[in-house]
């Protein structure tokens, strides 16, 4: 999936087309604008690209139905909410992504909205192995091997404290490994350690907890049999 697949994904559906009532000649310009603002389009919840027991038996179904179904859900539901009405309503989701730091209510929702709809798309059935190609080539450059990729990515998964994300990031035109608290993401003006995402692991328990309970890094290693890793060489690609 390229960017634009990807970002036409996160779901944006319009929701022109509200009855114009022509009978009030006395409305204002402002009012005429603010009918006009109304029209903008939402975000939507993107459709999981697989069944929710697709990832078994490294993430069960009722984990995927619920993270899908409500927490993802939540996020999508509570960012149209903030930025209704606000000269937000109409951005897209990555140009949110610079607003964070000033407004925790897009930073949380859309954040959660941005990173689970990369997170889905990086995640199939019968997946998992190792890279092939160039994303291959520039993970044994910046790492050394795919092996120490693994263990960097996982201690950074497993020693993030709390609720947040492990990422590998695109950062000037290198791989690199970081993570983030909450819905933070490498995107946002906040964050300590800038880049463009191309694979991400949710670390909040509600991602691991019914299957795994408090063992997050068995959640981490399990995580490696789903990935889809051409899903990832495209992303590497776009954010080159
Ligand atoms: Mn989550």
Redesign the pocket.
């Known amino acids: 999936m390229d960017r634009r697949k990807f970002l036409g994904s996160v779901g944006i559906i319009s929701i022109a087309g509200a009855a114009t009532n022509i009978a009030k000649v006395s409305e204002t310009i402002s009012n005429k604008i603010k009918r006009s603002e109304n029209t903008m389009a939402k975000f939507e919840l993107p459709n999981l690209p697989y069944e929710f027991n697709a990832l078994e038996p490294y993430i069960d179904a009722r984990t995927m139905e619920i993270?899908h179904g409500k927490?993802?859900a939540g996020y999508v539901a509570k960012l149209n909410v903030a930025v209704e009405g606000t000269d937000l309503e109409g951005k897209s989701l990555e140009d949110l992504m610079n607003v964070a730091g000033s407004n925790t209510a897009v930073r949380n929702n859309g954040g959660?909205h941005w990173?689970?709809s990369l997170?889905w798309s990086i995640m199939g059935k019968g997946k998992g192995g190792a890279p092939e190609g160039d994303l291959a080539a520039a993970i044994n450059s910046a790492f050394g091997s795919f092996d120490k990729f693994k263990d960097l990515f996982s201690n950074e998964a497993a020693t993030r404290f709390g609720s947040g994300w492990a990422w590998l990031i695109v950062a000037d035109g290198k791989l690199a490994v970081t993570s983030t608290p909450n819905q933070d993401n490498p995107l946002m003006d906040v964050a300590d350690v800038k880049g463009t995402p191309i694979l991400g692991l949710?670390v909040?328990e509600?991602?691991y907890y019914l299957n795994y309970q408090n063992r997050r890094p068995d959640y981490v290693e399990a995580f490696f049999n789903v990935i889809d890793w051409n899903a990832v060489a495209e992303n590497y690609k776009s954010a080159q």
């Open positions: 993270h927490h993802h959660g990173n689970h997170f949710d909040w509600h991602a």
